[in-house]
Structures are given as structure tokens and as C-alpha cells.
């Protein structure tokens, strides 16, 4: 490899989420829990979707040339920037966007809250599909809607969509929003054009607008293909909100931004509104940046991490078969997330958790908080 991923970088003493803070009840707590003076004790944070691994060299480089200036004021984004991304879009899945479509968000959850906010009224209903990336769900109650469940089916170990069951939630009239996630997380699927073809159609005919979490498109295992939902079908294109982003991609989260693709005019100025309702007006001048530089020059970076997670992957199979057979992993397609089956341990949620914080010295999400 290029790159090397072996190495343990030490993230403690840089206000990490992840390396230096626990939640309890919702409430962040600093501590020490993950230094490594404690041996085998350590607690190890695997509950985030934050890589560890450096970001590409050449991302590296453009932010510390553009931090050498030393001034750090407004910014806003030039060609340059709407080239990379729409270039990474196109040569990576064969989709021609446009520089007018894109808007600019402090990243995709601020952004499905303000979908939300924008296209439901409070009262009404947004469909998600449990067991989901929970932040949607806040993102529906703290805009007065409602949320209803088009639930997965676990089927011989995989997840697959419930059409009948969309099919007949699509239709109360109240139901005006789906939020779609694909790649999904947590249980890793990379949805078929078959299967974004039958959701599309489906709240299509009801008049359900689509919005469509893709920040995870990028990390797809071998073999798999990734479709964006907007390039199914040419009708799904001016009722669908696309949310991308290379913050998972290439570990640049903490620099807030992401490019929300909304092609159909009328509502693309609507969201605009919304977010300057709030003041949100100008990216941050680092994630710009940084985006510009992996979406150009991170390529082969990306896919080595992927090589890497997967052998991750293979090792962590291998181990859990030999030492905790009772565990079920659910195989997954993209993401570098897993979801895992721990119900053969016979344990209530709080049993689990204790267990995996005290004795494993695991720190994980628990599966109840993505719904049943």
C-alpha cells in the first residue's frame, strides 16, 4: 500500500468526540478513558462514524499552504470547487450534475433538518426506514412532524425494503416526505437501481418527496455498485433532495460542509431561504478547501481505505467466529459501519451496554437507538 493505516495516531488533546469524551444521558463527559496508561483497560470508541486514519497527503498539504496566509476570514466557493465536485460525481457514478443545483450546508444532518423544516408542515408525516440512522428522527419531531415507519425486512441475514408495506404508508395523504438512506446506514445496504426504482416509483405516485441521504456512497465494497437515486429515472430528478458530502469519505467531518443537490429550482430557493432564515450564509473556509483537494487528488487514497476496511472486515469475522459464535454479523455492502446481532446473549439493553463498556471495553451505539 501507499499509505499506511497500521499506525495508531494519538487524537487525545485536540478536543476529539470520539478519543476524549463519553455521553451520558445525552451530555458529553471529557475524560481519559481511552489512554492508552490504562492497558487493557482502555475503552476503545467505536460508537462514531469518524475514521482514524490520516487524511490524503494531498488535502493535508492544500489546508496547511491555505493556513500559512494566516487570515481566515468569509469565503465562498469559486469554479474550482464546483469542478471537483461535480467531476467526482460524474467520473465516480456516471451522473452529470450542475454547478446551479448545489447548495452549500454546514453538513447533511443540518441539512435534513431543514428539509424538513421546509417541505412538511408540523403535523404531517416523514417515512423513514427503521432500523435507521437516528438523527433523522430528531430531525422530524423538533419540526413538529411525525415520523412513520417503513421498516426493513431481516431476511436470512440481509435487510431488504418492504414495498407493500411502502406502498400502502405512501398513501395517506399525510405522508409527504421519505427520507431515503442509501447506502444505508447501519445495516450497510447499497441499494439495487431494482429496488430505487420500486421505492422511487412508489412515492412518486403518491406525491411523496424524496430526500436522499448518500454521504456514504463512496464507501462501497468490492463487487457492489453504488446508483445515485436521482440518476434511476429521469422523472425522479426534480423530486428528490440529493445530500452528499466527502466528510465520511475522507475524515473531514469536523470541517462542516456538504453539497445538497436539489435540481428543481423552485425548491432549491426555497431551501436556500430556509437556511438563511437561519444565518447560515457562507461555508466554512477550510472545508472548502479540503473538499476541493480530496474530490481532485484522493482517489487512490480512498481506495486503499476501502481495501483496508475490508480486510478489517474479513479479520473481525474471523475472530468473532472463533471466540464469540454467538454473535451474528449482518454482511455489509458499503459503509464502514457494521451491525451486529447480539440478541443469543440473552441480555436486556442496559445488561449489554454495561458489558460492553465495563468488561469488552467496546464503546458502541446500541441497535435500540436506531429503532426496533
Not at 443545483?101 to 453538513?107: D, E, K
Not at 442509501?182 to 420500486?198: D, F, I, Y
Request: proline share 6%; glycine share 6%; aromatic share 12%.
Amino acid at each position: 500500500m501507499t499509505y499506511d493505516f497500521d499506525r495508531e495516531i494519538d487524537r487525545r488533546g485536540t478536543n476529539c468526540v470520539k478519543w476524549e469524551f463519553v455521553f451520558k444521558d445525552d451530555v458529553p463527559i471529557f475524560g481519559d478513558h481511552a489512554d492508552p496508561k490504562y492497558g487493557r483497560d482502555r475503552l476503545l470508541p467505536m460508537w462514531v462514524a469518524d475514521m482514524d486514519f490520516r487524511c490524503p497527503p494531498a488535502v493535508i498539504e492544500a489546508l496547511t499552504e491555505r493556513a500559512q496566509q494566516g487570515i481566515f476570514g468569509y469565503s465562498m466557493p469559486c469554479d474550482s470547487y464546483y469542478d471537483a465536485v461535480i467531476s467526482w460525481i460524474d467520473r465516480r457514478y456516471g451522473w452529470q450534475t450542475e454547478r446551479d443545483w448545489i447548495v452549500i450546508t454546514p453538513g447533511v444532518v443540518p441539512a435534513v433538518n431543514m428539509a424538513v423544516e421546509t417541505f412538511v408542515e408540523p403535523g404531517q408525516k416523514v417515512l423513514v426506514q427503521q432500523p435507521v440512522y437516528y438523527p433523522f428522527f430528531d430531525a422530524i419531531r423538533n419540526n413538529g412532524a411525525e415520523i412513520i415507519s417503513n421498516s426493513l425486512l431481516y431476511e436470512d441475514g440481509r435487510y431488504v425494503m418492504d414495498f407493500d408495506d411502502l406502498a400502502q404508508k405512501a398513501a395517506d395523504p399525510d405522508v409527504t416526505m421519505a427520507i431515503l438512506c442509501s447506502p444505508h446506514n447501519p445495516v450497510g445496504r447499497v441499494w439495487t437501481a431494482e429496488e430505487l426504482t420500486r421505492f422511487g416509483q412508489i412515492c412518486r405516485e403518491n406525491g411523496v418527496l424524496v430526500v436522499a441521504d448518500e454521504i456514504h456512497c463512496d464507501l462501497i465494497y468490492s463487487g457492489e455498485k453504488f446508483t445515485p437515486f436521482a440518476a434511476v429515472d429521469e422523472r425522479f430528478l426534480q423530486e428528490s433532495i440529493i445530500c452528499t458530502a466527502a466528510s465520511k469519505s475522507f475524515n473531514l467531518a469536523g470541517l462542516k460542509i456538504s453539497n445538497i443537490i436539489i435540481p428543481d429550482e423552485e425548491m432549491r430557493q426555497k431551501f436556500a431561504e430556509t437556511a438563511w432564515s437561519h444565518g447560515l450564509f457562507g461555508p466554512n473556509t477550510f472545508g472548502l478547501v479540503a473538499v476541493e483537494a480530496a474530490y481532485n487528488y484522493g482517489e487512490e487514497w480512498l481506495a486503499e481505505v476501502m481495501a483496508y476496511v475490508e480486510e478489517n472486515y474479513r479479520f473481525m469475522v474471523d475472530y468473532i467466529a472463533e471466540h464469540l459464535p454467538q454473535l451474528k454479523i449482518v454482511r455489509p455492502e458499503g459503509t464502514y459501519l457494521i451491525w451486529a446481532d447480539f440478541r443469543a446473549l440473552g441480555l436486556d439493553p442496559e445488561a449489554r451496554k454495561e458489558m460492553m463498556m465495563e468488561v469488552a471495553k467496546v464503546y458502541l451505539d446500541e441497535g435500540e437507538m436506531f429503532g426496533p
